[in-house]
Structures are given as structure tokens and as C-alpha cells.
């Protein structure tokens, strides 16, 4: 097994607005529909919440909201009123997304603040996701994101890189994609921090949650933890 390390990723240090930061995002939203995390995440909230919207759910580290957005308004056309909340220390949601969330009742609140700060003083959620987010901390740091997420919701889900080496040889052929460099480098810094086992749910509180981890083929790793 590779052992989990972890390296600053290129693009959290990118103003949002740089052309690097915009081609890398690019290159996310590609990766994202590549390794399946759209299937998967619109299968998970078809799952969780039948045909009816949560009535307020949070992206941690949401970036440019891309992803919410398109798997919310995939699967609840009609957000009738709920509420997603954005949040990242760096938003960069544009007018656009916004605008197309609100036109189908969404009520969106783009949170610019670190995650720790605002688990602190959450509002009301029914649900908490992350996609690509939980690799960015230690064990330490998230050993402490999870119980401030625990006591914020009685739903949590995250997608993370899958650390070994399918994951690294998908890296290898990045290239072939022509992936900018940024996302070369953050993408096998990722699976280098990724997870794999049963890693997350150790860290998860134990008592009166039901977790749920698994490999999602071929790249990612799979996080849910529930309310028992
Ligand atoms: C790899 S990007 C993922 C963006 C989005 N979830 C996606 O899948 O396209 C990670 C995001 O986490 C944010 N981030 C990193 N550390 C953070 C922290 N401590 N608090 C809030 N956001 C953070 C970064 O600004 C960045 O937007």
C-alpha cells in the first residue's frame, strides 16, 4: 500500500481569476465526469432524498459550485425553495451558475470562509457534501473536520482520489487528455493523499453512525456516513 503523504496543492494557491486557475478548473469538471462522480453523486441524492430536494444542503470546498450545481439541478429540477450552501476560503461561483440555480428555486449562500470556522457555527443542514476536498488535511486536522461535521448534519457523503496505483498510472496518462499542468501536478499530488480501506470511517465519530466506504471504479473513493 502507498503510504498517504501530503503536498500543497498548485491550485489553492491560484488567485481564482489566473488563466492556470480557469484551465485547472476546466480540467476538474473533465475529471469529474471521467471518473463517474456525477453518476455517483446523482444516484447518492436520488437515494437519500427521492424526488424531493434537501431543504438545505452544503458543498465543503465547492470552488466554482460547478458540480453542486449540475448534479442538484439534474436530479431536483425544482429546488422550491432550499437551500445550497458554497462554501470555500476562495469561491469562485459565477453569475451564471448562480443565476441558473436561482431560476429553478434555489436559494444559494456562497460562503467565502475556511471550512473549520464555518462548521463552527453551521445553520440547520439536512446534508453535507465534499468532492475532491477531504485529501487537502492530515489526519489530525481531519479527524476534526469530521466531528464538526458530524454534529452539523445527519448526512454526509464525500468523493475523494483513491490512493494506489491505478490511480497514479491514471495520472501517467493525464497527458492524453492535454491536461494543463497545474492539474498534472494537483491530480497525482491527490492520489498520493487520497484514501483508500477504510481510512475515513476510522476517523469518523463511532458511536450512533452507520459508514459506508468503498472503492468506486476506477478512481475514487467513496465516503458515507449516516444517522443511525
Ligand atoms: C480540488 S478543489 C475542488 C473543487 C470542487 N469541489 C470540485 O470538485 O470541482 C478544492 C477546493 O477546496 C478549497 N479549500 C481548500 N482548503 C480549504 C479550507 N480549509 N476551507 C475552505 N475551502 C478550502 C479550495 O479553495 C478549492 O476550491
Known amino acids: 500500500m502507498i503510504v498517504r503523504s501530503l503536498t500543497p496543492e498548485l491550485l489553492d494557491a491560484l488567485p481564482p481569476e489566473a488563466p492556470e486557475a480557469r484551465a485547472s478548473r476546466r480540467d476538474l469538471h473533465a475529471l469529474n465526469a471521467l471518473m463517474g462522480h456525477r453518476r455517483a453523486w446523482r444516484s447518492w441524492l436520488r437515494r437519500e432524498f427521492d424526488s424531493r430536494a434537501p431543504r438545505a444542503i452544503a ?25 445550497l450552501f458554497l462554501v470555500d476560503r476562495a ?25 473549520f470556522d464555518w462548521l463552527s457555527e453551521p445553520p440547520p443542514l439536512d446534508a453535507i457534501c465534499a468532492n475532491l476536498f477531504l485529501h487537502h488535511f492530515d489526519d489530525t486536522a481531519l479527524t476534526r473536520l469530521l466531528a464538526l461535521a458530524s454534529r452539523a448534519t445527519p448526512l454526509f457523503a464525500a468523493m475523494e482520489p483513491r490512493r494506489g496505483w491505478l490511480g497514479l498510472a491514471g495520472v501517467a496518462a493525464l497527458p492524453l ?45 467513496w465516503f458515507c456516513a449516516r444517522k443511525a
Open 59 to 83: 458543498e465543503l470546498g465547492a470552488g466554482d459550485g460547478v458540480i453542486a450545481a449540475e448534479n442538484l439541478l439534474a436530479t431536483f429540477p425544482d429546488g422550491d425553495g432550499a437551500t
Open 91 to 115: 469561491p469562485c461561483v459565477a453569475e451564471s451558475t448562480l443565476h441558473t440555480l436561482q431560476r429553478a428555486g434555489w436559494r444559494v449562500c456562497v460562503e467565502k470562509a475556511d471550512v
Open 177 to 221: 487528455i492535454d491536461a494543463h499542468a497545474v492539474t498534472l501536478h494537483d491530480a497525482r499530488v491527490s492520489v498520493e493523499a487520497g484514501f483508500c480501506a477504510r481510512e475515513l470511517s476510522t476517523l469518523w465519530p463511532r458511536d450512533g453512525w452507520l459508514c459506508e466506504e468503498r472503492r468506486t471504479f476506477p478512481f475514487s473513493h
